[in-house]
């Protein structure tokens, strides 16, 4: 039985639709011109349904569809229901980099919720950035709200071998390359690599993003990890849609599931998945919009032990499909349970406890035991030096060991076209100790901290054998990527960083074990190249880049506009109606 602390005339939507006065008249004569009756809305939750879909974006294509089916599930459990679209980040198409529109898309579900007659909203994303922006703007509303997680797409597959999104095309492009397999071959695998409705379906950024956000407390138990091709999808997205009706009537809102254990399960979440380094930009920026504090450090101390058990790739070997065979994120969750704080409030209206009990693992080998864990701990890790003084992320679990601890001369590129444009230069002056340093990747340099960290192997040293190498870069990776990757080098080279004054032939060394990223050049050497250093002009003069280069914060504060943060002052006030 729900506990109802709101009765209809608490609601927020009563404000526009229960009053006698003039503009309320505007209010029910206009939604009475969509063929609604009276009876549809009055006295119940308004529910904002906050849809991603779009044919820009081919993660998304079956949201048009669910969103149909939690709306059935609103209208059952005595909700109003109102779509609302909001602007797609489709991760294979958007340029410079959807992580530019994270922002804009949180902004957007914000004002959304705050300028229309909501109580309540469902939130539909599941492409990388997606769920990300919902709930930032979500949770700087702070009304009651839940995910309804987009879902992975089937196994790829190709002449009977399992094909994972992105990192099997990083391996076969580079095998291309090497001569190991024909363009015919590369080219017979567009058919095979996508071949249902629904995100990547390694762990990569869009499956750590959702498993994230279950553990975070903002799925129904179990909702991260149904393929979205699964008819299970269409019904837990029914079951969201019944669930924000009673979480409107319970006033169970985001700021009542945030908490500093909420986010510490999470974190754990994220590295017993072995999953995305994205994922610590997106929970940096959920928790400063909620207020709660958490820093880099706090990420390098949970990963130092939790196990990496989820047996999934680019860390492991199997899929997301594999994975909800296994038993999916309650059977992980549950796994993890020692280092969980299972009191923590989710939407279910219970506990993280309450909703893994009796979860069960059915493939041992994809959820693993504790002590069969891919790697013991730290499947992420943060290293600082005089390179990144305020921080840098590796992910060592899908990094050569050999490359743990490191040091090499630096080979550096200016930017990205720099890069690209040497890269396979035959006379390009690399070996396998090489450490290959990319400039301008940063939040302001990219623009937009594009996914550019795992910078091609040189196409010379693949031929011989070469496959992994030490990178280092202000930019991020791509949840699906591997290698020995330092990435977020912060500050950022745009913004004169330490990373700006690196040049060809400095010795860079790397220590995951000390957490050290360091450059052995001398204080006196880099004060003078730092008198002549030169910032390169931010290139926006307009427009929403112009906004972004103003405001947008270093990936240690995760990224996010100074002024949208829970401390950037005063609440925005509820609009006059
Ligand atoms: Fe959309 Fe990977 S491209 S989830
Ligand atoms: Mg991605």
């Given amino acids: 039985m729900t506990m109802r602390r709101k009765t209809a005339e608490t609601l927020r939507s009563y404000r526009w639709y229960g009053v006698q006065d003039l503009r309320a008249f505007g209010h029910r004569s206009r939604t009475k011109q969509m063929g609604f009756a009276r009876q549809d809305w009055a006295g119940k939750p308004v529910i904002g349904v906050i849809n991603t879909w779009s044919e820009a974006n081919p993660c998304h294509v079956h949201l048009r569809q669910r969103a149909e089916e939690v709306k059935r599930g609103i209208w059952q459990a005595g909700g109003f ?37 909501i109580d ?6 599941g492409c990388d950035k997606n769920i990300p922006g919902l709930l930032m703007g979500a949770i700087s509303m702070n009304l009651p709200a839940i995910v309804v997680p987009a879902g992975p797409m ?23 390359k090497a001569g190991g397999i024909s363009e015919a071959d590369w080219d017979e695998m567009e058919d095979g690599i996508a071949r249902s409705f629904g995100t990547c379906m390694v762990m990569g950024t869009a499956a750590t993003m959702m498993s994230v956000t279950e553990a975070l407390g903002f799925t129904l138990p179990g909702a991260s990890s149904i393929p979205a091709a699964d008819s299970g999808h269409a019904r837990m997205a029914t079951e969201s849609g019944r669930r924000i009706v009673d979480m409107v009537w319970e006033d169970l809102k985001p700021s009542d599931i945030l908490s500093p254990a909420a986010f510490d399960n999470a974190i754990r979440a994220l590295m017993g998945l072995g999953g995305s380094t994205n994922g610590i930009v997106h929970l940096l920026a959920w928790a400063g919009r909620a207020g709660v504090p958490l820093d880099l ?11 990496l058990i989820a047996n999934i790739r680019p860390a492991g ?37 309450d909703d893994i009990a009796g979860a069960e693992t059915f493939l041992p080998e994809i959820i693993l035991d504790a002590d069969k864990a891919l790697k013991a701990d730290g499947s992420l890790a943060v290293l600082k030096g005089n390179l990144a003084p305020d921080g840098a992320v590796i992910k060592p679990a899908a990094a050569d060991p050999r490359l743990h601890r490191h040091v090499g001369p630096a080979l550096v590129f200016d930017d990205y076209n720099d890069m690209a444009a040497r890269i396979d230069d035959p006379a390009l002056d690399v070996t396998a100790d090489t450490v290959l340093v990319l400039k301008q990747a940063g939040p302001l340099g990219g623009p937009g901290m594009p996914e550019w960290g795992m910078l091609p192997i040189p196409q010379k040293l693949l031929k011989q054998g070469v496959r992994d190498m030490v990178r280092i870069s202000d930019g991020r990776m791509s949840g699906t990527s591997y290698g020995a990757c330092v990435l977020h080098v912060t500050p950022e080279s745009h913004v004169g960083g330490p990373l700006a004054l690196v040049r060809t032939g400095d010795l860079i060394a790397l220590d995951v074990e000390k957490r050290s990223l360091d450059m052995q050049v001398s204080d006196a050497e880099l004060a003078r190249r730092r ?8 290139i926006y003069e307009r427009g929403y880049g112009w906004l972004f280069a103003r ?6 504060k995760g990224c996010d506009f100074d002024f949208l943060r829970r401390d950037a002052g005063a609440p925005v006030p509820e609009p006059e109606i």
């Fill in 81 to 117: 229901p109102l779509e609302m679209p909001a602007m797609s980040l489709g991760e294979p198409m958007m340029k410079p980099t959807t992580m530019m529109y994270r922002n804009l898309l949180a902004m957007e579900t914000e004002e959304l919720l705050r300028a229309n007659p």
């Fill in 154 to 176: 089937l196994r790829g597959n190709w002449r009977g071998k399992t094909l994972g999104s992105g990192s099997d095309v990083w391996k076969y492009w580079a095998e291309m």
């Fill in 297 to 307: 450090e706090r990420f390098d101390r949970l990963a130092r032990d939790t196990p």
């Fill in 317 to 353: 070997q199997h899929l997301m499909e594999d994975f909800f065979y296994a038993g999916g994120m309650r059977a992980f969750l549950a796994k993890l349970a020692p280092l969980l704080t299972l009191s923590a409030p989710t939407v279910s209206g219970k506990t993280l406890g």
């Fill in 120 to 125: 309540g909203a469902v939130l539909l994303g």
């Fill in 531 to 538: 008198a002549a250093w030169k910032a390169r002009p931010v």
């Fill in 551 to 556: 405001h947008v914060q270093q990936a240690d």
